[in-house]
Every structure is written in structure tokens, then in C-alpha cells.
């Protein structure tokens, strides 16, 4: 069984390092526990294999034709999350998101292979190698000799967050899984409980884990030790998870689905009534008050502390101002934005920082790597003109006509952010204007394409190959414009919409958009289109929830939380609306004379349909666990419907 291997010989190799080489991948071998505990160096280093198991946003290709970890390489067969979303259609056509998700062929033998997008072996995403480590970690570095007490202790909490952090990424793709409170030996393993447990269960598990570690780590950490786990992260993680259980996917008077019984073979060993493994078992308000007080729980600290996460602010107020700010709120690992992050060391590919996907070649053109991250038009509307009004592509079109100048185009005068997040025609890449039409460098040719949608990511594609060479691969996990939305949020599900506008308004204000107000969201939003939630007991103002979701959308896009904003609300709506993109076309002129002109249409991307739009159920909210680990007979009880 997947839980029953004894964990004797550890490798202490891994791509992690603290320090000065914070992120530089360190040779290791095979060492038994007790030569790994016998001293500090080899100690720390078994820490920080832990911590290489956690998840990053990135998809990465190193330069010898291999994916250089393995949370980040195969997640979705090389695919982004949010390609599963409305803000990305995938055209990378061996990937899982094409071949899978949007085929409609998913199923619970997909996650045999590797393909969903979650790995639940330990060589996929890494989850359970990593909360074994950990926990190895917590029950044996007491014995070090030349660690001392403040140390142990400060360790064991970086420790109880990694476990923490794993059981949430897990918590929010499966629901309620097994709960492994120490490591296996061949002594304890046999009597071990590897049921799959109650959600309750496992976020009352994960909320012990953070309040402990936030008693055992300091609030920040020294720039050598960045990226190490603090009370900040552990009061963060809180907020995030009672959020996402407060919603209405598992906060509600009756569940998304009825419980799977358990098979024949895993009857005995099933612990619990599986309905609430995906199910509270009812709508509580006071779910929201505990988010509302996590996030003031932060917020407080911070202040205590001086306030050393803080947004980053424009040094000019002006776009190219807010663009520079932006990036590096998550961009830059020493940002003071960053609460939680996660990275690597990236080998380099052609003299690039690293290839993603959606990323560069070895010429340095953008979009031309596999089509994985082709953006939307439904996406980048949501991005508003610079006075807060609703950007609309096809009300442009109809009042300018279908042709555009590089001044003058659908896309100009909008939120700073789009520009620092998705490559627009016109734009200027490297030293020059980005070529987003048909045959041109960032499109690709008739025949051969990789910016279908018009479009392509330009958030973590740095203009300049070598400019962060060598260096470590930003993955920002949680960012403090996260709580503030998080908390605005829970005002407004409590019924304290006006709050709310509060802290919504920190993010807009901070790249110079005005402040948002509840006519202006009932403007950008109808109503009458935005679900009701009758078996919830939402408090919150409609077209305000709409606005915090894009609002997330726009700040946090490809830092993999669109999914779960969509399937913690239910969205079976957003899942099944068309989705476009937009082809431009070369008319005349040239970009380095300032005479370019380029025709724009908005076609919708049928070319590669998703199942889920025609045929959409709601099992696709939660993952499926492989049938290999169901079959085992441990007490893992499959997710509903799959």
C-alpha cells in the first residue's frame, strides 16, 4: 500500500538549499536515520527534502530534456491548472488538460498515470514523501547533538508546516484523506490507521499543525533563511483553509453529490461515514467568523511585529510605475507581499532562466514553447479600463470597427496588471513591440501557432533570457493582497459588504485603479445571471462576490487559484460558458515607424471543446483517488461519482 513503506534509507539529496545558495540543488546519498541524526548538517538536509516536496505554480523543463521536479514537471501531463479554468485554453496536445480533462476522459485509472492534476503517488506530486519526512524529521532531531534546543524547536515548527501545507493541497483536491500523525516504521506501521478521514477531521488536523508551529517559529525570517517556514505563513495557511471549507462546495445544508459507498474490499476498514469526507454536514455562518477572525489574528501580528508584510507600492504613479510594482510583488522572493513561497533552482535551457510551457524558446520569443498557456479573451475582459469601467472587447469593435493602430487598439488604457500578465499585440517584449498576429515572432506561423487565443502568459516570462539566470524560480504560495481578499470576502458572506469594499479597494488602489463601490460592481455584474445559493446561508451582496472573484482572478492568475475559487463556489455556469480568444491579422505598416495596423476578430475556440460544457457534472469539483490505491483495501473510499 501506498502508506505502508518503512522509511529506513532516506535520501538526503534534493533540489533545496537554504542560505546563501538558498535553492541550489546539493548531491546526497542513501543514509540510515541514525547516521542522518547524528549531526546538524545531515539533519538540515533531510529538512530541506522536505521541503523540495512542495508544490510550485511552475511548469518546468531543465536543459536535459528531463522535468526538474516532480511536483512541477508532470502535474496535468505538463500542463498549467489554470488551463482547467476560463483564463487558459491549453493547445499543448499530448498534455493531460487536452487529452484528459478537456476529452472527457478523466477517470480514477487517470490517476494511476499521472495525469490528473493532482499526483497522489509519492513520485508524482511528492504530498506523502514529503509529510513523511517531515514527520521523520519531528520524531528523531531531538537526538542531534550539535542542535541546539531553540533550534530543534524553531526546525520542528518549519516542519509541522510542511505537513500542514501538503495536507491542505490535498484537502483541496480530494476532500477528507488518510491522516498520518508520524512516520512508518516496520514496529508501528502495521497498527496504523490509513482510513481516509472526516473533512473535519482533517482541517481540525491541519489547524493544530499551524497553531503549533506558529508557537515554535518567528514571525519573519533573515534574507539567508528565505523561503523557510514562519508564524506569518502558519496564521496565513489558517485563513486560506477555513475559507476554502467555509464555502459553499462543503459549507452547506446538504452535500455537492452523494457519498460513494465503500467497495467490498475496503468495507472493514472504513472508519467513518464517507457523506462527510466531501461534506460538513450543514451551512454554518460562524464557518465565515472563524475566517474573519483568522485574517484579523494576522493582521494584528503584523502590526505587532511593524508590519513587515506589506503591498508593494508604485515609485511612480503612472502604468509603467504600477507594472514595475507589480511584478515584483511576485515576482522578487524577498518581496515583502510574500507570506509563503516556494521555488527552485532551474538549470538553464538555451541560456533561458527556465522553460515553461507557456514559456520561451531558445530564440527568446514568448509563446512559442507548447500552446500550454493561451489566454483567454473571457479572461483579459475582466481586466477593467483604468477608471474602473467594464472592459469590453466586442463594445469596441462596434464603436471603432475592427481595425487598430498601436495608440488605439481593444486593449489600451486598461488595469496596469494585464499588461504585466498576459502579452498584448502592441506591447512592447524585450526591445521591441510584441508580435501577437498571425505569422508574427510571438504567434507563431499559420501553420504552426502557439498564441491560438491571440494571446499569451507573460507573468514569471522576463523579458531578458539571462536576467535571472542561475537564480532560484519564484512560486509565490501566499501573498498579503490574498488575505486582504480573503478577509474582504468573509465580510461580505457575513453580511458587512460595505467592510469589504475595504480591503478589496487596497489591491485596486495600489495599480491606480479608483475605488471600487457596490453600484459599480452592480454595473460590472448581473445579478440576475450569478447563483443564489439557497442551501447556503450567504449573506453577501451577488455582483461584490463577483467582483472579489475576478479581483483574485486578476491578482493571483496562474498562482493556481482560479480552480478552486470556481469549484469552491460551484460554478457550474463558468464551466460551461464558450470561451474565446482573438485573431489578429497584419494590415499594413510597421511597428519600429509607428504605422502598424492590425485587424482583430473574436472567434470562439471550438477547436479543441471541452467536454465539461456540454456535459457537465458536478463530480469534476473533486479529484479522483486511483483505482491501484482504492483496490488496496486501507480504507480510502473513492470521491463521489468517480
Known amino acids: 500500500m501506498l502508506f505502508a513503506a518503512a522509511a529506513l534509507l532516506l535520501s538526503s539529496c534534493s533540489d533545496l538549499k537554504f542560505g546563501n545558495a538558498f535553492l541550489e ?4 546519498a542513501d543514509m540510515t536515520l541514525d547516521e542522518i541524526f547524528s549531526s546538524k548538517l545531515y539533519a538540515e538536509r533531510e529538512l530541506v527534502g522536505a521541503y523540495a516536496s512542495l508544490r510550485t505554480c511552475l511548469t518546468v523543463h531543465s536543459n536535459n530534456g528531463h522535468y526538474e521536479f516532480q511536483n512541477g514537471g508532470n502535474k496535468l501531463g505538463w500542463d498549467n491548472l489554470d488551463a482547467i479554468t476560463d483564463i487558459i485554453q491549453s493547445h499543448c496536445t499530448w498534455g493531460g488538460v487536452i487529452k484528459t480533462y478537456y476529452a472527457g476522459q478523466y477517470n480514477a485509472e487517470s490517476e494511476n498515470t499521472g495525469y490528473g492534476k493532482f499526483g497522489f503517488y509519492p513520485d508524482q506530486e511528492g504530498a506523502w514523501t514529503g509529510i513523511r519526512r517531515a514527520w521523520i524529521f519531528i520524531n528523531n532531531v531531538d537526538r542531534v547533538p550539535d542542535m541546539t534546543p531553540e533550534e530543534k524547536t524553531r526546525r520542528k515548527g518549519e516542519a509541522r508546516m510542511i505537513i500542514a501545507l501538503q495536507m491542505h493541497e490535498m484537502l483541496r483536491h480530494f476532500g477528507g484523506v488518510p491522516i498520518l500523525r508520524e512516520h512508518a516504521t516496520p514496529e508501528n506501521d502495521v497498527a496504523a490507521d490509513y482510513s481516509r478521514r472526516t473533512l473535519q477531521e482533517c482541517v481540525d488536523f491541519i489547524l493544530e499543525l499551524c497553531d503549533d508551529a506558529a508557537a515554535e517559529l518567528p514571525w519573519t525570517v533573515s534574507e539567508a533563511d528565505n523561503g523557510r517556514m514562519t508564524a506569518a505563513g502558519a496564521l496565513a495557511l489558517k485563513a486560506r483553509v477555513l475559507q476554502f471549507i467555509a464555502r459553499p462546495l462543503f459549507n452547506a445544508s446538504e452535500p455537492y453529490m452523494e457519498a460513494q459507498k465503500p467497495s467490498a474490499s475496503n468495507q472493514a476498514s472504513v472508519k467513518v461515514d464517507p457523506k462527510y469526507m466531501t461534506w460538513l454536514g450543514d451551512y454554518q455562518e460562524n464557518r465565515w467568523q472563524d475566517v474573519i477572525k483568522a485574517c484579523e489574528d494576522f493582521f494584528a501580528k503584523n502590526q505587532e511585529n511593524g508590519n513587515p508584510y506589506n503591498l508593494v507600492l508604485p515609485e511612480t504613479e503612472d502604468v509603467e510605475g504600477y507594472r514595475a510594482a507589480f511584478s515584483c510583488c511576485y ?45 483567454t479573451l473571457n479572461f483579459v475582459d475582466k481586466f477593467q479600463n483604468a477608471d474602473g469601467t467594464a472592459s469590453d472587447y466586442r463594445k469596441w469593435i462596434q464603436t471603432n470597427g475592427h481595425n487598430g493602430t498601436l495608440e488605439n487598439n481593444p486593449f489600451t488604457g486598461k488595469d496596469p496588471r494585464l499588461y504585466e500578465t498576459v502579452l498584448i499585440a502592441g506591447d512592447r517584449y524585450r526591445t521591441r513591440v510584441a508580435e501577437m498576429w498571425v505569422d508574427g515572432q510571438e504567434h507563431g506561423s499559420g501553420s504552426n501557432p502557439k498564441a491560438t ?35 474582504a470576502e468573509a465580510l461580505n458572506e ?3 459588504s460595505d467592510e469589504a469594499l475595504k480591503w478589496l479597494n487596497m489591491t485596486r488602489n495600489r495599480v491606480g485603479l479608483p475605488d471600487m463601490t457596490l453600484e459599480m460592481a452592480s454595473s460590472l455584474h448581473d445579478a440576475s445571471s450569478l447563483p443564489d445559493y439557497p442551501e447556503c446561508g450567504l449573506k453577501g451582496d451577488k455582483c461584490l462576490r463577483e467582483e472579489i472573484l475576478d479581483e483574485r482572478a486578476r491578482e493571483f492568475c496562474f498562482e493556481e487559484v482560479r480552480w478552486f475559487d470556481i469549484i469552491g463556489y460551484k460554478r457550474e455556469d463558468i464551466f460551461k460558458e464558450s470561451l474565446y480568444g482573438i485573431q489578429i491579422r497584419l494590415v499594413s505598416g510597421k511597428a ?9 476578430s473574436d472567434p470562439a475556440l471550438d477547436d479543441i471543446p471541452r467536454m465539461w460544457q456540454t456535459r457537465f457534472s458536478p463530480k469534476w469539483y473533486l479529484s479522483a483517488f486511483p483505482s491501484n490505491e482504492i483496490n488496496k483495501g486501507y480504507g480510502l473510499v473513492q470521491n463521489p461519482g468517480w
Request: charged share 20%; proline share 4%; with cysteine.
Open 25 to 28: 540543488k546539493a548531491p546526497g
Open 331 to 375: 515576482a522578487d522572493r524577498t518581496s515583502p507581499e510574500i507570506i509563503i513561497h516556494t521555488g527552485r533552482a532551474i538549470p538553464t535551457y538555451y541560456n533561458t532562466y527556465h522553460r515553461m510551457y507557456f514559456g520561451l524558446t531558445d530564440q527568446g520569443q514568448a509563446g512559442r514553447g507548447y500552446g500550454g498557456g493561451c489566454v
Open 453 to 487: 487565443t491571440g494571446f499569451i502568459i507573460r507573468k514569471f516570462l522576463w523579458d531578458y533570457n539571462d536576467a535571472f539566470l542561475n537564480k532560484a524560480a519564484n512560486s509565490a504560495y501566499i501573498r498579503l493582497p490574498e488575505l486582504y481578499l480573503i478577509y
Open 494 to 496: 457575513t453580511g458587512r
Open 592 to 600: 519600429e515607424d509607428n504605422t502598424l495596423v492590425l485587424s482583430y
